[in-house]
C-alpha cells in the first residue's frame, strides 16, 4: 500500500510538471520548476463565475463520438481566442488525442504533430502563433474541465488542450482553464480508458479528431 501510494505521488508531480504544450522537448520536471509554477498562485484570477461564450467548441472523433465543450472568455481570453482562431483555420481536423491516464483521469490533444505517423515527436507540436501566456483562476479541475496544456514555461501554452475527468486539485491555478465539457463527457471516459501502447501514455489504437468545429450554445442546453 505504501509502494502504490509512493508511485501515484511521483505520477502527479510528473504530470503536473511535463504536460507538453509545444516545442520544448528537455521540459525541466525537478523540485525547481515547482517553485515556479506555485509563485503563479499570487497572480491567479479570483472569485469569477465563468460566463459560457456564445458558441461551443464540438470535438468529433472518428470512433468514439462527439465532445462538446462550452468556452469562458471572460476567464481566459487570449487562450479562447487561440482555440477559436486554431479552430476556424481547421488546425485540429486530423490530429488525435496522443495521451490518455485513467490514474490521473485526462485526456490530451490538440498536437499537430499526430497527423503524422512519427509518435516520437507526438506531445512536442505547436501552432505557427506565439505562445499564450497563462490565465490563471481558481476555478478548480473537475469533472469535465477543459485545461491548456503547457510546458514547463507557465506561459508556454499554445494549441494543445486537456480534459479533467475527475477533480485533480495538483492542476488548480497552474494550469489555465478555459471551458468545461457540457455534452459527450462519456465519450471522453471511455477514449480515457483506451489501451496503451506499453510503457507510454499513447493509445495503442489512435484516436482520431475528424474535426471540431464551432456551433451555437443555445443548440446544445444540456449545460445551460
Same mark, same amino acid.
Given at each position: 500500500?505504501?509502494? =502504490? /501510494?509512493?508511485?501515484?505521488?511521483?505520477?502527479?508531480?510528473?504530470?503536473?510538471?511535463?504536460?507538453?504544450?509545444? *516545442?520544448?522537448?528537455?521540459?525541466?520536471?525537478?523540485?525547481?520548476?515547482?517553485?515556479?509554477?506555485?509563485? =503563479?498562485?499570487?497572480? !491567479?484570477?479570483?472569485?469569477?463565475?465563468?460566463?459560457? $461564450?456564445?458558441? @461551443?467548441?464540438?470535438?468529433?472523433?472518428?470512433? &468514439?463520438?462527439? #465532445?462538446? %465543450?462550452?468556452? &469562458?472568455?471572460?476567464?481566459?481570453?487570449?487562450?479562447?481566442?487561440?482555440?477559436?482562431?486554431?479552430?476556424?483555420?481547421?488546425?485540429? $481536423?486530423?490530429?488525435?488525442?496522443?495521451?490518455?491516464?485513467?490514474?490521473?483521469?485526462?485526456?490530451?490533444?490538440?498536437?499537430?504533430?499526430?497527423?503524422?505517423?512519427?509518435?516520437?515527436?507526438?506531445?512536442?507540436?505547436?501552432?505557427?502563433?506565439?505562445?499564450?501566456? !497563462?490565465?490563471?483562476?481558481?476555478?478548480?479541475?473537475?469533472?469535465?474541465?477543459?485545461?491548456?496544456?503547457?510546458?514547463?514555461?507557465?506561459?508556454?501554452? *499554445?494549441?494543445?488542450?486537456? #480534459?479533467?475527468?475527475?477533480?485533480?486539485?495538483?492542476? $488548480?491555478?497552474?494550469?489555465?482553464?478555459? /471551458?468545461?465539457?457540457?455534452?459527450?463527457?462519456?465519450?471522453?471516459?471511455? #477514449?480515457?480508458?483506451?489501451?496503451?501502447?506499453?510503457?507510454?501514455?499513447?493509445? =495503442? $489504437?489512435? %484516436? @482520431?479528431?475528424?474535426? %471540431?468545429?464551432?456551433?451555437?450554445?443555445?443548440?446544445?442546453?444540456?449545460?445551460?
Amino acid at each position: 500500500m505504501k509502494k =502504490s /501510494g509512493t508511485k501515484l505521488l511521483i505520477a502527479l508531480i510528473f504530470l503536473v510538471f511535463s504536460f507538453s504544450a509545444c *516545442n520544448n522537448q528537455n521540459a525541466n520536471t525537478n523540485s525547481k520548476s515547482a517553485n515556479a509554477n506555485t509563485a =503563479s498562485d499570487a497572480t !491567479a484570477k479570483t472569485g469569477v463565475k465563468p460566463q459560457a $461564450d456564445a458558441q @461551443v467548441a464540438v470535438i468529433e472523433t472518428s470512433d &468514439y463520438g462527439r #465532445i462538446v %465543450v462550452e468556452l &469562458y472568455p471572460n476567464v481566459a481570453p487570449k487562450m479562447v481566442e487561440r482555440f477559436k482562431k486554431l479552430i476556424s483555420e481547421h488546425f485540429y $481536423d486530423g490530429t488525435a488525442v496522443h495521451r490518455v491516464d485513467p490514474g490521473l483521469g485526462i485526456i490530451q490533444g490538440g498536437d499537430p504533430l499526430t497527423k503524422g505517423s512519427n509518435t516520437a515527436v507526438y506531445g512536442t507540436g505547436n501552432s505557427p502563433y506565439p505562445n499564450v501566456s !497563462a490565465e490563471f483562476s481558481d476555478i478548480p479541475y473537475e469533472r469535465g474541465t477543459l485545461g491548456a496544456a503547457r510546458t514547463n514555461d507557465i506561459n508556454g501554452a *499554445n494549441c494543445q488542450w486537456f #480534459i479533467t475527468l475527475k477533480k485533480q486539485p495538483a492542476f $488548480d491555478r497552474k494550469y489555465t482553464v478555459f /471551458g468545461r465539457v457540457i455534452d459527450g463527457i462519456n465519450n471522453a471516459e471511455v #477514449i480515457m480508458q483506451a489501451p496503451t501502447e506499453q510503457g507510454t501514455p499513447r493509445p =495503442s $489504437d489512435k %484516436v @482520431v479528431i475528424k474535426s %471540431v468545429t464551432l456551433q451555437p450554445r443555445t443548440s446544445f442546453p444540456a449545460g445551460s
